[in-house]
Antibody, heavy 121, light 106 residues
Framework: EVHLVESGGGLVQPGGSLRLSCAAS????????VTWVRQAPGKGLEWVAN????????HYVDSVRGRFTISRDNAKNSLYLQMNSLRAEDTAVYYC??????????????WGQGTLVTVSS | DIQMTQSPSTLSASVGDRVTITCRAS??????LAWYQQKPGKAPKLLIY???NLESGVPPRFSGSQSGTEFSLTISSLQPDDFATYYC????????FGQGTKVEIK
């Protein structure tokens, strides 16, 4: 059974940094693109970043480009999101998910339970 | 950037009703359109991909269709478990979500 478990969320001050992790199991992690999606309290879903199987290709939503960095460690079956220069508008539940296919342009089929990031002074 | 516009934002319906949610893309996205269901406090669940393909394990009362850049999700007979928020997503260029449609009990 596929499991994705996020960790690392918490309260951080504006301008601060946080690193999220996502531990994957139950599938061949290294064979799939993976992604981060966030959801601000009471709001809709927003795609944040994707990373290719070998880490050689990454995509970001404009609002986080230059502040957030997505990475992965296939040996540890883990996905990461380094978040710097955090702003109040980054407050959200952050989900990791896997893409359904192998090509990158696919929907998200397996999701974690999410981890809450709160940016506030 | 591609914009995905869902309508309505909220839909009030009763058990057994046939309901349809619409999503319009601002540009051509071929059939790279997915639908998700999300319940409060839970992660989204993939229902449909490539506009009309039912994800494994999803009940057949859910269906998707396409007409150009307009996409629809139809629930043929609404069940109590279907009251939730539904999102469309294009994955032709980036992975942009619509703003969501909340299906609530009438």
């Amino acid at each position: 059974e596929v499991h994705l478990v996020e960790s690392g969320g918490g309260l951080v001050q504006p301008g601060g940094s946080l690193r999220l992790s996502c531990a994957a199991s139950g599938f061949t992690f290294s064979s799939y693109w993976v992604t981060w999606v966030r959801q601000a309290p009471g709001k809709g879903l927003e795609w944040v970043a994707n990373i290719k199987q070998d880490g050689s290709e990454k995509h970001y939503v404009d609002s986080v480009r230059g502040r957030f960095t997505i990475s992965r460690d296939n040996a540890k079956n883990s996905l990461y999101l380094q978040m710097n220069s955090l702003r109040a508008e980054d407050t959200a539940v952050y989900y990791c998910a896997s893409l359904r296919g192998f090509g990158g342009y696919d929907p998200f089929d397996y999701w974690g339970q999410g981890t809450l990031v709160t940016v506030s002074s | 950037d591609i914009q995905m516009t869902q309508s309505p934002s909220t839909l009030s319906a009763s058990v057994g009703d046939r309901v349809t949610i619409t999503c319009r893309a601002s540009q051509r996205i071929s059939n790279y359109l997915a639908w998700y269901q999300q319940k409060p406090g839970k992660a989204p669940k993939l229902l449909i991909y490539k506009a009309s393909n039912l994800e494994s394990g999803v009940p057949p009362r859910f269906s998707g269709s396409q007409s150009g850049t307009e996409f629809s999700l139809t629930i043929s007979s609404l069940q109590p478990d279907d009251f939730a928020t539904y999102y469309c997503q294009e994955y032709n260029s980036f992975w942009t979500f619509g703003q969501g449609t909340k299906v609530e009990i009438k």
